[in-house]
């Protein structure tokens, strides 16, 4: 950098990491400060360092020092900013901040709804004072506090939080002396490493405001620095700014109109803007880059080092590991270890102990130990997890003996990145998992890994909506119009179809703020599974705080940031399918069958392989989506490998990269196999010569183009998507050069490259595919064999898969499975068998009390407890002996659970309404028996069609009927045809058919094709809608229920799709979706729910 | 039992300004409050223009941003410019509805106004906060009118001939001429055919069945239709639940075991309702059968006393002394206040009419009606009556009239305290002092207001609103503000001069040279009212950048200036787009004046 006349360094900076209070991004800040030629740029967001890394990145980049600090808030004083001078300083920083969130959560779990001590406020109207009950995320921290972690942390107190007045003007002498004491606090605390920060922006009064803290660095003997108090990175974030700041008031800009800053002065100014602002304070500029240079910390300084696993006394980690993997492999090969198996366990300890991860992988083991121990189903997953040694160790079933594959992408000597392991566990269980580990480590040393929350369009559209007034119905109705793969450029034609001019006024404010709204990090959640363990105290490394979910913390980074700084985690994932297969297991084995796991179920048993080849699979892990569906009458798996491969093949990366179809052919015999040259070959062979895994197509760049391994898997990296631009174009440069020059067609190196790219965000490691490829053929197994017993787990794991319980049901009857409804006098809380006596018959399926809506787990359990007392035969009764209040009766009538009771579904809702919640209130009365006959005379019986459509509306699902039956006539007096009908039809027929919506898919590799499912009563059929038939849907057929589709039919092998041409809402029992212009005209209960279940 | 009809006017607040200023008509009109989200819609009229993209769905409780937004996209922008919208005065619509029912009167004596139940105030989908429906008990007099459909039909029909939309039906309780006269359709569906109406001409037919979109404007319910007891399925069973005034959970509730239907609960025992449903239900259902009985109220300005003096021959105002008037009037203002004090009430508005002589063969000329508005009830005949001189004075009176009569609109309670038996000197008398110097306030507000008519009185009360001439409220004076000014007042640094126009006033073109040297400082020198001023000391500038959610971003530096013949001025440079720094005299602005 040039030498400059203005030296300068903003030293209080937020970025939009403190929720709503800042409306730029760390990148955006740092890159207009090095523009404008700053020393150094402080990102200090309130309490928080979770964009300090992106922004470490953005300034790496950009070429200017970022100085790390954060702004506090003290209860018991002004709020007050720190940097981190050095290494100590920032481990205090982040000790300080851990802190303040612990005691703030235990604090709002002491005294839930007390308000926080009133405490000084910024004197230019935006108190900060967060809304009243919302404490929880809080980071609460006092003067002592700071006090005692202030080693090595610098700091700067912004004096415009005194100047205010109480009487008298601003900047009067009454609060000259509360200002020098606070400061004196500081100063003797700090020492000679504080400053206080003089901030003016254009309020009209800055001459005294100068004038005051000149006076009052006299008085204190502290010096002053300049500083800007930046919110944003330029003027033209104002209107966001305000928007942000409604939204935190929870009001509108007009509303809170008088909290908004007067200007937009509270951008990053160029610099002799600002020597000329602080003209009057000589030396205030030029020691905010003296400031900035006493601190020299980075996050580069940061090491990492993963916990020392436990070891028994005498033995290294890398004997114990080899200790362990023989034992396993002993055990898995009761028979005699393979050589091939032998051979790999060596080789792969070797490389272990070279690259000094045996910590990482005894980590994973322990982990798998308990859960085994606990009963908990688990599987690993992940490069590093399908390797011999986690298979001797028991983190995976996939016998590397068993599949004909070597895992050449195992753990990179090049890459110095960590091995990547995830582990699967039941859904419902994996918080235990979790607590294992936080006992094992210590809360100190391990947390969960943060995901940052953005906001999409469709919360952007509701916040800024809400900031600008507009009425909550139309908000909700634009958001509900707006499909998730819709971008920004898509928003004007949404908001005139929910009525509201784009050209507006309003409509233009709206398409602007969201535009910049939509990114914006928008609160701190929690990564699906990834744990953070370390060696020394976590908490030196980053902030944690505690979870909303009890018992949790979260370090304040999230994955992208933990890969920037080279942190390892251990990913422990929920699976909804491992949760069904337990329970399938349980209830096969209490039904009279054999205890299975999931590596004693018989494997490559043919009638699974035939059942999966007429796709026959709702239900089935992974392959029962449309697209999988579609694809396994034309790959009819015969084998495990086959299975590795359909889990594989139908992923956006090989569809992108086109390979889905040259495969089929070669499959078919009718293409023949190729290769340019044997070492291809080798990479290619077991995929017919069609790169269908990610390790496949970074093979190929090794052998085909001569990267390094190393390299290979940077271009895999760079291909991402939220990688930096411009990096892609080099690669390819560099990949068709390298094949060129090893003699191969260009034509075949772009189709690499495309390949390469296709792989780079959405391709499947074989790894990962041979790891669901197992659940895939243990869940077909029991849906095979034991379909009852898998439809009932399924039903109690849910939500879960692809389809809803009304389709698993049907699909069960469908396969001669008796169903049974849920009831209060038979049913359990999850679905159950119930046991003929007759041999050979299949068991019957009792549907449970978690099928009925509303209905919590706590009252359903309680249900089932209370009936050993014996049945239950009055609503009364069954409230009094369960302790269930009259919502939930409610509930129960109107699923229909309690015809036991001998009672109609709406007699029984009228009964439940009566139900006085505390009988003691009326004592008189309580025993009085009022239910007499005639009274309910009054009440019309329920149709069977308000029955059907009531189970709809109350389980999902019926088990009387299908809704559309009863449309029947009248659709096809409009030609509808049923659809079991129309699958019979030849290719090419025109065709209109109507059903329930029942899945709405838009594949990012689709090119914004949308797949619907729809069922009537006589099956279901696939709808491809092309993008210009759904634009000329309108809003309120593209959210009923119930569809009425005109088009053509597709025949694929056997697989039958019809193309739409035209959309409608269909009639009568469609239009239940309430929208913006049209107030529900039809009484509720004949009104069909939304059933779809949406994967746009 | 009794008959009640029942004059329901849809929308009555858009109604009542359409009546009152008839050019609006021809557009939309929406009527709002300020709440804290912004202006939001009470109430809307789109306007009979057919959409040209799609319906409007311009709703209550919107804000007034969307349904803008709305109304551009279906009839395009130029239909918001043309909008009026006016700030809902619920206090207004009860007056106005008030003189309706007197009007009413004609068609019997007893005339009142619907009660709104408990809860009910708020801004709810249908928008209603204040009533819409007249009362009255024509209990044996519709023979009058040749029978109750003639009734129904004169009264429709009246009100139409004053340019409003009516919908009117008898029945035997309030609730249910009311709930007949939502569903007027519904129920003629249901009446059997028996009565013919031989008297209509076929044109009148098709203007019937024309009119107000379709709907038929009046119906009659037989007696005892509403209550069942024939079991026969009576002309108000297939009414919807909504006619009863439920809560929205009790209809979800009914609707839920299959009742959709006024029949349907009038079916069910009165035992089994009461022990499901809040106690409200079986109120309403009560007073729809009659049950229990829903007093008519009559409105309080029913009851307000007028005073009248007919002249035996055509007085000639020329001719007379202005104090002969003067004591007349004095006179019958006390004939109306001395029934009022003595129920403890004071004047707020009196209207004076002076009826014209009418010659013979001349058609009738409107009366001279003044209205004298107070800010205080007054009971005292002295300061109405100066009231009504000051603004006769300002008014074109006919030359010869026949009588004058003065009639109360609208009273207020009087503030009477109890004056302690032994004042003590010393807050004794200063109270007083203060008691007596508000009381001066008043009057002298109510004479400037009388003067220069009351909207050019009024109180400025400040609101915390960055931009100044959006950062007060004018309020009448005397009166808590209306509606909740938004949050703490603003805290700006910047000093407020005492004088402000009512909109920046651009400072003159200088023969010579810049308003200000430097691009980004005060100016210098400036012209104002063909004045030079030469700036001695300036303070600031003090920066505003607001108001983009409202219009186009205010952007503005602001500057005190002290000129050197000492006056200060409150100036401002608007920052343009074009440059900031642009110094020609077309962006300075003159916005205030210190003390």
Redesign the interface.
């Known amino acids: 950098m040039t030498h400059n006349a203005w030296p300068y360094a903003e030293l209080h900076c937020t970025s939009n990491f403190s929720f709503l209070q800042g409306a730029s991004h760390p990148e955006e800040l740092v890159g207009r400060a090095a523009a404008l030629g700053y020393e150094a740029l402080a990102i200090t967001d309130r309490a928080t360092l979770t964009g300090i890394v992106r922004a470490h990145g953005a300034a790496k980049q950009a070429g200017i020092k970022l100085v790390v600090g954060a702004q506090l808030e003290p209860v018991d004083a002004a709020p007050i900013i720190v940097w981190a001078a050095d290494r100590a300083g920032y481990s205090n920083l982040c000790r300080l901040l851990t802190h303040g969130y612990t005691r703030a959560a235990e604090v709002a779990a002491e005294s839930s709804g007390r308000r926080s001590a009133p405490r000084p406020t910024d004197a230019d109207g935006d108190d900060d004072d967060e809304p009243a009950g919302r404490t929880a995320g809080a980071c609460l921290l006092t003067c002592d506090d700071i006090a005692r972690h202030a080693h090595g942390l610098l700091a700067g107190v912004p004096l415009a939080a005194f100047g205010r007045g109480d009487h008298g003007g601003p900047f009067g002498d009454d609060r000259l002396r509360d200002t020098t004491e606070q400061l004196a606090h500081w100063r003797w605390i700090f020492d000679e490493r504080m400053w206080a920060l003089a901030e003016v922006a254009l309020g009209g009064d800055d001459t005294e405001r100068l004038e005051w803290f000149s006076r009052v660095a006299r008085l204190t003997g502290v010096p002053l620095a300049a500083a800007g108090d930046v919110r944003y990175h330029e003027r033209s974030r104002l209107p966001l700014f305000d928007m942000l700041t409604a939204t935190r008031h929870g009001g509108t800009v007009e509303g809170i109109r008088g909290r908004l800053l007067a200007n937009g002065e509270r951008h990053l100014h160029e610099r002799w803007r600002i020597a000329e602002r602080f003209a009057a304070l000589p030396g205030a500029v030029e020691r905010s880059a003296e400031i900035a240079a006493r601190c020299t910390f980075s996050l580069d300084q940061l090491k990492y080092e993963y916990p020392a696993a436990t070891v028994p006394p005498g033995r290294t980690a890398s004997e114990q590991l080899a200790h362990l993997a023989w034992k396993g492999a002993h055990k898995r090969y009761p028979a005699g270890i393979p050589e091939k198996v032998r051979e790999l366990v060596t080789h792969e300890l070797a490389l272990i102990a070279e690259l000094g991860y045996e910590a990482y992988f005894l980590t994973v083991f322990d982990i798998v130990r308990f859960a085994r121990r606990r009963g908990i189903l688990c599987q690993g997953r992940g490069s590093a997890a399908n390797s011999a040694v986690c298979y001797c160790l028991g983190v995976t079933s996939v016998d590397p003996a068993r599949m004909n594959v070597l895992f050449e992408r195992f753990v990179s000597r090049e890459r110095c990145e960590a091995p990547d392991i995830d582990i699967d566990f039941e859904h419902h269980r994996r918080e235990e998992v979790l607590q294992y580990i936080y006992e094992t480590y210590g809360r100190d040393r391990a947390a969960m890994t943060a995901e940052v929350i953005s906001y999409r369009l469709r919360s952007a559209v509701r916040d800024v909506g809400k900031s600008l007034g507009i009425s909550l119905d139309r908000v909700d109705a634009l958001a509900t119009l707006l499909d998730v793969g819709d971008s920004v450029a898509e928003l004007p034609t949404r908001l005139a179809e929910a009525g509201l001019d784009p050209v507006s006024d309003t409509g233009t404010r709206l398409v602007s703020l969201v535009g910049q709204l939509v990114g914006f990090p928008r609160h701190l959640g929690q990564h699906v599974g990834g744990m953070v363990m370390t060696q020394d105290w976590l908490t030196d490394l980053a902030p944690v705080q505690p979870a909303t979910m009890p018992g949790r913390t979260i370090v304040q980074w999230d994955k992208n940031d933990l890969d920037e700084l080279g942190i390892l985690k251990v990913d422990c994932l929920a699976l909804g399918m491992l949760t069904a297969i337990h329970r399938a297991f349980d209830l096969v084995a209490a039904a009279g069958g054999p205890q299975l796991t999931l590596a004693t179920v018989p494997a490559e048993d043919p009638a699974v392989y035939e059942m999966i080849s007429r796709a026959d699979t709702v239900g089935v892990f992974q392959i029962e989506s449309r697209a999988q569906m579609s694809m396994l009458p034309r790959l009819k798996p015969q084998c495990f490998y086959d299975l590795v491969i359909e889990v594989a093949i139908v992923r956006p990366g090989p569809i992108q990269g086109n390979m889905v179809h040259p495969y089929l052919r070669r499959r078919a015999g009718e293409e023949p196999v190729s290769y340019p040259n044997d070492a291809i070959r080798e990479v290619l062979e077991k995929t017919l010569g069609v790169p269908l895994f990610q390790e496949q197509a970074m093979r190929l760049a090794v052998v085909a183009a001569g990267f390094t391994p190393g390299e290979a898997d940077q271009l895999r990296r760079a291909m991402g998507a939220w990688r930096r631009p411009g990096v892609i174009d080099e690669f390819h440069r560099k990949l068709v050069d390298g094949m060129l020059a090893r003699g191969l067609a260009r034509e075949f190196a772009e189709q690499v490259f495309n390949q390469i790219r296709g792989f780079g965000e959405y391709g499947f490691p074989e790894s990962h595919a041979a790891s669901f490829a197992l659940l895939v053929y243990v869940s077909a197994w029991l849906k095979c064999h034991h379909p009852a017993a898998f439809t009932a787990a399924l039903l109690g794991s849910q939500p879960m898969g692809f389809y809803a319980p009304a389709q698993l049901v049907r699909d069960a009857r469908a396969h001669g499975v008796r169903v049974l409804p849920a009831d209060v006098n038979a049913s359990d809380w999850h679905a159950t068998l119930e046991v003929r006596q007759s041999a050979g018959e299949q068991p019957t399926l009792r549907l449970g009390l978690e099928q009925v809506y509303g209905l919590g787990e706590a009252e359903g359990q309680r249900i089932v407890a209370a009936r050993p007392n014996g049945p239950f035969r009055l609503p009364r009764d069954l409230a009094r002996r369960a302790k269930i209040d009259r919502e939930t009766l409610l509930h129960l009538a109107r699923a229909g659970a309690l015809t036991s009771l001998g009672l109609s579904r709406r007699r029984a809702v009228w009964e439940a309404m009566q139900h006085q919640e505390r009988p003691h209130q009326r004592p008189l009365l309580a025993e009085l028996d009022d239910d007499d006959d005639e009274e309910a005379d009054g009440l019309p019986l329920m149709t069977p069609q308000e029955e059907v459509i009531a189970d709809y509306r109350t389980g999902g699902l019926s088990l009387e009927g299908h809704p559309l039956t009863f449309e029947r006539e009248r659709l096809a007096a409009r030609d509808v045809l049923e659809i079991a009908a129309a699958a019979d039809l030849p290719e090419g027929r025109r065709v209109r058919v109507a059903g329930i919506t029942l899945v709405r898919q838009r594949p990012a590799t689709a090119k914004g094709i949308l797949f619907l499912t729809i069922e009537d009563e006589t099956g279901a059929a696939n709808i491809v809608v092309r993008p210009d038939v759904w634009s000329a849907t309108d809003h309120a057929a593209r959210r009923a229920a119930v569809l009425l589709v005109e088009g053509r039919i597709q025949r694929r092998g056997a697989v039958v799709h019809v193309v739409a041409t035209k959309l409608e809402g269909a009639i009568g029992v469609g239009a239940a979706k309430r929208t913006a212009s049209d107030p529900p005209a039809a009484p509720a209960r004949t009104a069909l729910p939304r059933m779809s279940r949406d994967f746009c | 039992m009794s008959r009640i009809m029942t004059i329901w006017l849809p929308r009555w607040p858009v109604q009542r300004r359409l009546v009152e200023k008839p050019e609006w008509r021809k557009r939309p009109v929406f009527v709002c409050r300020r709440?804290?989200?912004?202006?939001m819609t009470v109430m809307s009229w789109a306007w009979a223009e057919p959409p040209k993209r799609?319906?409007?769905?311009i709703?209550p409780?919107?804000?007034l941003?969307?349904a803008?937004?709305?109304l551009?996209?279906?009839y395009g922008?130029a239909a918001?410019h043309a909008a009026e919208i006016d700030a809902d005065d619920s206090a207004a619509d009860a007056e106005a509805l008030g003189q309706l029912a007197r009007t009413c009167r004609r068609f019997a004596p007893l005339v009142g106004i619907e009660s709104m139940p408990a809860g009910r105030r708020t801004v709810g989908?249908e928008g209603v906060t204040t009533p819409e429906c007249l009362h009255i008990d024509v209990t044996g007099t519709a023979g009058f009118f040749g029978g109750e459909g003639p009734l129904a039909r004169t009264a429709a029909w009246t009100l139409a001939a004053r340019g409003l939309h009516a919908r009117v039906a008898i029945a035997d309780t309030p609730a249910a001429a009311r709930a007949a006269a939502h569903h007027t359709n519904l129920v003629a569906r249901a009446e059997p055919r028996r009565e013919a109406e031989p008297e209509m001409s076929p044109a009148a037919v098709v203007a019937r069945v024309r009119s107000g979109r379709g709907h038929r404007r009046w119906a009659v319910v037989p007696p005892g239709a509403q209550r069942l007891a024939r079991g026969e399925a009576a002309v108000l069973a297939g009414l919807p639940l909504e006619a009863l005034r439920l809560e929205p959970a009790a209809i979800?509730?009914l609707?839920?075991?299959?009742?959709?239907t006024v029949g349907?609960v009038l079916?069910?025992?009165a035992?089994?309702l009461a022990?499901?449903?809040p106690a409200g239900v079986a109120e309403r259902l009560a007073e729809f059968t009659g049950a229990r009985a829903e007093p008519i109220m009559p409105p309080r300005g029913i009851e307000l006393p007028q005073a009248a003096h007919a002249f035996e021959l055509p007085l000639s105002l020329a001719s007379v002394n202005e104090a002969a008037i003067a004591t007349l009037l004095e006179g019958l203002v006390r004939q109306c206040t001395t029934p009022l004090a003595a129920r403890g009430e004071g004047i707020v508005l009196l209207q004076v009419r002076f009826e014209p002589a009418t010659s013979l063969g001349a058609t009738t000329a409107a009366p001279t009606v003044i209205d004298a508005g107070l800010f205080r009830p007054s009971t005292s005949p002295r300061h109405l009556t100066e009231l009504v001189r000051l603004r006769m004075g300002r008014m074109k009176l006919p030359r010869e009239i026949e009588a004058v009569a003065v009639e109360v609109v609208a009273t207020g309670p009087v503030e009477c305290r109890q004056r302690p038996l032994f004042d003590t000197a010393s807050d004794g008398s200063s109270r007083q002092a203060a008691e007596s110097r508000a009381a001066e306030v008043s009057l002298l507000l109510d004479r400037l207001a009388g003067r220069l008519g009351r909207p050019a009185v009024y109180e400025p009360r400040p609101?915390?609103?960055?931009q100044p001439e959006h950062a007060w409220i004018a309020t009448p004076p005397g009166r808590p503000a209306a509606g909740g000014s938004?949050?703490?007042?603003?805290?700006?640094?910047?000093?407020r001069p005492v004088w402000m126009p009512p909109r920046p006033v651009p400072l003159e073109p200088l023969q010579a040279g810049p308003v200000a040297v430097a691009p980004d400082g005060p100016p210098l020198r400036f012209r104002l009212g063909g004045v030079v001023h030469k700036v001695a000391e300036a303070?600031?500038?003090?920066?505003?950048?607001?108001a983009?959610?409202?219009?186009p971003?205010v952007r503005r530096?602001?500057y005190i200036v002290e000129t050197e013949s000492g006056a200060r001025f409150w100036l401002f440079r608007r920052l343009g787009g074009r440059g900031a720094g642009n110094s020609r005299s077309g962006n300075w602005f003159l916005h205030g004046v210190f003390a």
Do not use: Q
Not at chain 2, 35 to 39: A, P, S, T
Not at chain 2, 463 to 466: E, G, K, L, S
Not at chain 2, 540 to 545: D, Y
């Open positions: 709440e804290n989200r912004g202006l799609r319906r409007a769905a709703r409780g919107m804000s941003a969307e803008m937004a709305v551009a996209l279906a922008s918001c989908p979800d509730m609707r839920e075991v299959g009742i959709d349907g079916r069910l025992p035992k089994s022990a499901r449903f609101v915390a609103d960055a938004a949050g703490p007042a603003l805290r700006a640094a910047g000093r303070h600031g500038p003090e920066r505003i950048e607001t983009w959610w409202r219009g971003t530096d602001y």
